[in-house]
């Protein structure tokens, strides 16, 4: 089975909007970490957001918000007031906490910000 | 604090030729981990380094191989290069141990096999 599922392979997005990028996750270890990256055109990996599998509140950085639902394994991105500068690929990631060292990506999903 | 750096960030080869990637972490994290990204297969996880070992390994061929310094320098190596071994390949680091630390990532080499 897939670790991370990104099934939005593209999404476009109103300048000023909200958009929501879905990331599902599957493990059977309770100590995980969930993180969230943006790689624009450039190809360099910017890391935005990360949810510890113990946290009680849902994190967030300026603008990224991830919206954890642990029964459900999923783990959304929430970029509130898209800005096109926002318009890049997005990968979900995790990290086990047995296998503390290995990252697993999702396929990504291609965001468009339209003026 | 120096990110991580990755050098050449370009390459051309030609198949059959070897290549060698270098890779310098964050000061102080002592993981350093190896990806290779191409529009078809997305981001694959090669290996990761830590304190000079070999600590988790991809499912990629013998060909791919890497070897940490004890400065933390991280350097990849690809034998009898394949026409699909043109990719983005990234660098990571982090910090030592705990699972809560996220991957900084290098600008990437980007290798062109032809």
């Known amino acids: 089975a897939q670790k991370i599922t990104q099934t939005q392979p593209g999404m476009f997005v109103q300048e000023k909007e909200a958009v929501t990028l879905d990331c599902t996750y599957d493990t059977s270890d309770p100590s995980y970490g969930l993180f969230w990256y943006k790689q624009p055109s450039s190809g360099e990996m910017i890391f935005l957001i990360y949810?510890?599998?113990?946290?009680?509140q849902n994190a967030t950085e300026g603008r990224y918000s991830l919206n954890f639902q642990k029964a459900r394994k999923s783990a959304n991105l929430v970029i509130s007031a898209s800005q096109l500068g926002d318009s890049a690929m997005y990968f979900c990631?995790?990290?086990?906490?047995?296998?503390?060292?290995?990252?697993?990506f999702g396929s990504g999903t291609k965001l468009n910000v339209k003026p | 604090k120096a990110g991580v750096t990755q050098t050449p960030r370009y390459l051309i080869k030609t198949r059959g030729q070897q290549v060698t990637l270098s890779c310098s972490p964050i000061s102080g994290h002592r993981s350093v981990s190896w990806y290779q990204q191409t529009p078809g297969q997305g981001l694959q996880f090669l290996f990761e380094y830590f304190s000079e070992t070999q600590r988790n390994k991809g499912n990629f061929p013998g060909r791919f191989s890497g070897r940490q310094f004890s400065n933390s320098r991280s350097e990849m190596n690809v034998s009898t290069l394949e026409l699909g071994d043109s990719a983005l390949y990234l660098c990571?680091?982090?910090?030592?141990?705990?699972?809560?630390?996220?991957?900084?990532f290098g600008p990437g080499t980007r290798l062109t096999v032809t």
């Open positions: 990571a680091s982090s910090a030592p141990g705990l699972f809560y630390y996220e991957q900084y």
């Open positions: 949810q510890g599998s113990y946290d009680q």
């Open positions: 990631a995790m990290r086990e906490g047995y296998n503390f060292n290995k990252f697993y």
